[in-house]
């Protein structure tokens, strides 16, 4: 069955640290993939988004993704992290529009 | 430009009751989606719309029915409420080429 693993519920980095979430897709042949973020109370904001071509996807808010698929996985990726970064992190995958999957989310704390 | 709007953001019912979750979308999108959140889980699919007059089941459809009369506009109705359906619900739009976006979500608590 087609699904979107995200193995950390939970993970804490200091401000100004690197950050790395994980995303393992499960899929016949590879998705569209994609990463989330969504704040405290809000909806979802699409970070950034892997169709096809150069493995290393560029996003807002300074995130980037790199897609491997001999590991199958999407991690993404910052080199410093701001207290405004803290939220709930989603990663997704899709052959469709109808048919989007999303892994259970990684909640991300910064501490000062 | 409002994007996606959600009505209403809370809401509680009773075990039985019934309501309807309104999802507006002003950027023209010919698909639209309705999720439930719930911990641990990510979202899941409810049911989804290609276009107007057009709906389908998604991932976990059962206890919900939605209509879509106009373009802009995707009803997510509950006939009869259950604990189980207690969760947060998205409403999302997009175009053919898979971005979708997202409301602000209505929080639904049965009791």
């Known amino acids: 069955a087609q699904s979107v693993t995200q193995p950390d519920i939970h993970i804490t980095v200091s401000e100004g640290a690197s950050l790395e979430l994980r995303c393992n897709y499960s899929?016949?042949?590879?998705?569209?993939l994609f990463w989330y973020v969504q704040s405290p109370g809000q909806g979802l904001q699409l970070l950034l988004k892997?169709?096809?071509?150069?493995?290393l996807v560029q996003g807002i808010k300074g995130f980037e993704a790199e897609f491997k698929r001999s590991q199958s996985s999407f991690n993404l990726r910052k080199p410093s992290v701001h207290w405004s970064d803290a939220a709930e992190y989603f990663c997704?995958?899709?052959?469709?529009?109808?048919?989007?999957?999303f892994g259970a989310g990684t909640r991300l704390t910064v501490k000062p | 430009n409002a994007g996606v709007t959600q009505t209403p953001k809370f809401r509680v019912l009773k075990t039985g009751q019934s309501m309807t979750l309104l999802c507006a979308q002003d950027?023209?999108?010919?698909?639209m989606y309705w999720y439930r959140q719930d911990p641990g889980m990510g979202l899941r699919l409810i049911h989804y719309?290609?276009?107007?007059?057009?709906?389908a089941k998604g991932e976990v459809p059962d206890g919900y029915n939605v209509s879509r009369l106009k373009k802009q506009n995707f009803l997510l109705g509950l006939e009869s409420a259950a604990p189980s359906q207690t969760s947060v619900y998205f409403c999302?739009?997009?175009?053919?080429?898979?971005?979708?976006?997202f409301g602000p979500g209505t929080r639904l608590t049965v009791t």
């Open positions: 999302a739009s997009s175009p053919p080429g898979y971005e979708q976006y």
């Open positions: 899929y016949g042949a590879t998705p569209y």
């Open positions: 892997y169709f096809s071509g150069d493995t």
């Open positions: 997704a995958g899709a052959y469709n529009n109808n048919d989007m999957r």
């Open positions: 950027m023209n999108h010919e698909y």
């Open positions: 719309s290609v276009g107007e007059g057009t709906t």
